[in-house]
């Protein structure tokens, strides 16, 4: 007997429809929500992902002060912060601060300039920051604003140009940024020879005790930075005043059973001068096309012994570090690979003895027990697997240099001495009378820094 075919009841057609349109709808979302984050992952610096429009701009010449207004677009994407830009036509100060912006959302800034007048400002740039999945940094497209000279009336927004201001490329620039809840500062000087498509190498000169970043350009790196084609970086450390009498927090040493730490402000403070520079460097790599197996470190004094602080606890970002002068090598220095370290010390070096012992109140009473320059350099023969093997790797004047290259990895402990020579940068500034200091030598200098640099990228 011939039986015909049941139809499906109406409800239960329903809800087969709806079930299969659920399951195509949720098939494509998964391929456009794949797509955006393969979008934000690939193209992770896509300046068409985040975007925002200065709406409008005041400036106090009394007070030094700017204030924004920004609003943003309708893209996608979650914002954690904003990258400001100004402009004087010859000198450029770049200010990032944390902020959170939603689609069309408008938010005013107040902004108080450090390095540029706002009288001389020309232009304005502020860009979006977001972050990827994977952690990396996004920079939005740039609002471009053309300011009057002088005038501190509220001003219309000028103009809207594609992030011209934000493809940074040869000049000076001041940076600052939000480290553990301080605005923290850094000078940038890339050379005329700086091309945006090569990677280029990168010096960061830390400051001795009691100075600022102003130290690189006094010591004269700023024309080996010209004439080697590194980008300088000259960041600032910390202390009562903004700009001066700075210190590191280079950390604890220990020498016949005392425990040391230096120096001053940085280091009574705890400050985390170490994810400062780890910050800076993240930041750089950001803002230039730097190579990132070639960022070394030098310093003097204070800023030599955070230089050392850095090879032992950074070295999977810092290639090589030259101290000049520093007192000691940090306690339970651990870094995760061997670091090239060429130390370099001047024997009339009233500050940090050549010769260890008690030294450091050159800048003020406070003193220290320090280690020799050569307990300094075993210290890191032992770091490192060296071998009692040594060449003369430099010799001029005053000035010689033996090279311990049979180390663990290829990496090479180099150390320099030289004779006469006070606490101070070689063929640099003699910033204190000699009586205070010492002398200052020319028999060796930055040149030869720069080749130990060359020769020790990252491994």
């Not at 007070?63 to 996608?76: A, C, F, H, P, Q």
């Not at 290639?319 to 000691?328: H, I």
Request: charged share 25%; hydrophobic share 35%.
């Amino acid at each position: 007997m011939d039986k015909s075919k049941k139809a499906f009841s109406p409800v239960i057609t329903t809800l087969i429809i709806i079930s299969v349109s659920l399951l195509s709808i949720g098939f494509v979302w998964i391929v456009v929500k794949n797509i955006v984050q393969d979008g934000a992952e690939n193209v992770s610096l896509n300046k068409l992902v985040l975007s925002a429009k200065i709406e409008k701009i005041s400036i106090n010449n009394t007070s030094n002060d700017v204030k924004l207004t920004l609003k943003r677009n309708s893209e996608i994407g979650r914002v954690t912060g904003v990258k400001f830009i100004f402009s004087d036509g010859m000198n450029t100060e770049i200010i990032e601060m944390d902020a959170s912006l939603k689609e069309l959302e408008r938010k005013d800034f107040e902004i108080h300039l450090e390095e540029l007048s706002v009288s001389d400002l020309e232009a304005v740039s502020a860009a979006l920051v977001s972050e990827s999945d994977s952690g990396n940094e996004i920079i939005g497209e740039a609002s471009y604003v053309e300011v009057n000279k002088g005038n501190s009336q509220e001003i219309a927004e000028a103009n809207e140009e594609g992030a011209s201001l934000y493809e940074l490329g040869p000049g000076d620039y001041n940076f600052s940024l939000l480290h553990e809840g301080r605005i923290r500062r850094y000078k940038v000087h890339v050379p005329e020879s700086y091309d945006r498509t090569k990677e280029t190498p990168v010096v960061i000169y830390l400051h001795g005790g009691g100075g600022s970043s102003e130290g690189a350009e006094n010591e004269g790196l700023y024309s080996y930075s010209d004439k080697y084609g590194f980008i300088l970086v000259a960041p600032a450390g910390t202390g009562v005043f903004r700009k001066v009498l700075l210190t590191w927090n280079g950390g604890e040493w220990e020498i016949n059973g005392k425990i040391e730490n230096c120096c001053g402000y940085a280091a009574e403070n705890n400050i985390d001068d170490v994810g400062f520079i780890s910050k800076v460097i993240d930041k750089l790599d950001i803002d230039f096309n730097i190579d990132d197996k070639r960022v070394f470190v030098t310093g003097i004094s204070n800023g030599g012994i955070m230089a050392y602080r850095l090879a032992c606890e950074l070295s999977d970002k810092v290639s090589a570090v030259a101290p000049v002068a520093p007192p000691a090598v940090p306690k339970d220095c651990n870094p995760v690979r061997e670091v090239p370290v060429m130390h370099i010390h001047g024997t009339a070096d009233p500050c940090a003895p050549y010769n260890g012992g008690t030294g450091g109140g050159c800048l003020g009473e406070v003193t220290y027990e320090m280690m020799s320059a050569e307990q300094m350099v075993n210290k890191w023969k032992s770091i490192d697997s060296c071998s009692e093997s040594s060449s003369t790797s430099y010799q001029k004047g005053d000035a010689s240099c033996i090279s311990y290259s049979s180390c663990s990895r290829d990496a090479e402990v180099e150390f320099c001495t030289i004779n006469g020579m006070g606490h101070t940068y070689p063929n640099g500034s003699q910033y204190l009378p000699e009586e205070k200091i010492g002398p200052v030598s020319s028999d060796l200098s930055f040149d030869q820094i720069w080749e130990f640099f060359e020769r020790n990228s990252l491994r």
